[in-house]
């Protein structure tokens, strides 16, 4: 019997271990990655867990062009009511060309992930 216990008590603590080790992960954005798309009124990234708005961010980026720099575009980011959805609003119309979100966000349980989505206005 104890031979039992030992093995179910050791396989539920690797099963507790492995959720509580989890992190948020990107799971759905608008527009989706490298998709070409009118000009967004707002860009959305879905995540796997509620966010913390305090540490989560985005910069929206206009990517180089022939003779011009990166740019950063003017926006402002913020976590929807759903906890889960970092909206990212430009300031102005975007025009045509490659852009990339830069973003970091932090869960409620304090995991912290960063990453890129590359995207295109047509």
């Given at each position: 019997m104890?031979?039992?216990?030992?093995?179910?008590?050791?396989?539920?603590l690797a099963?507790?271990?492995?959720?509580?080790?989890?992190?948020?992960?990107?799971?759905?954005?608008?527009p989706?990655?490298n998709a070409a798309v009118?000009?967004?009124a707002?860009?959305t990234?879905?995540?796997?867990?509620?966010l913390?708005?305090?540490?989560?961010?985005a910069?929206?980026i206009?990517?180089?062009m022939?003779g011009?720099?990166?740019?950063?575009?003017?926006?402002?980011v913020?976590?929807?009511?759903?906890?889960?959805?970092?909206?990212?609003?430009?300031s102005a119309?975007?025009?045509r060309?490659?852009?990339t979100?830069?973003?970091?966000?932090?869960?409620?349980?304090t995991?912290?992930?960063?990453g890129?989505?590359?995207?295109?206005?047509k």
């Open positions: 104890r031979r039992l216990i030992v093995p179910a008590a050791a396989a539920a099963l507790l271990s492995g959720a509580a080790q989890a992190h948020p992960k990107l799971v759905a954005s608008n989706a990655a009118a000009a967004p707002k860009i990234l879905q995540f796997s867990e509620k913390m708005p305090a540490f989560s961010k910069e929206l206009m990517a180089a022939p011009m720099p990166a740019m950063k575009m003017a926006s402002s913020a976590v929807a009511p759903d906890g889960r959805t970092l909206v990212i609003t430009p119309r975007l025009s060309g490659r852009y979100i830069d973003w970091n966000v932090v869960s409620a349980d995991h912290k992930i960063a890129h989505l590359a995207f295109a206005v």
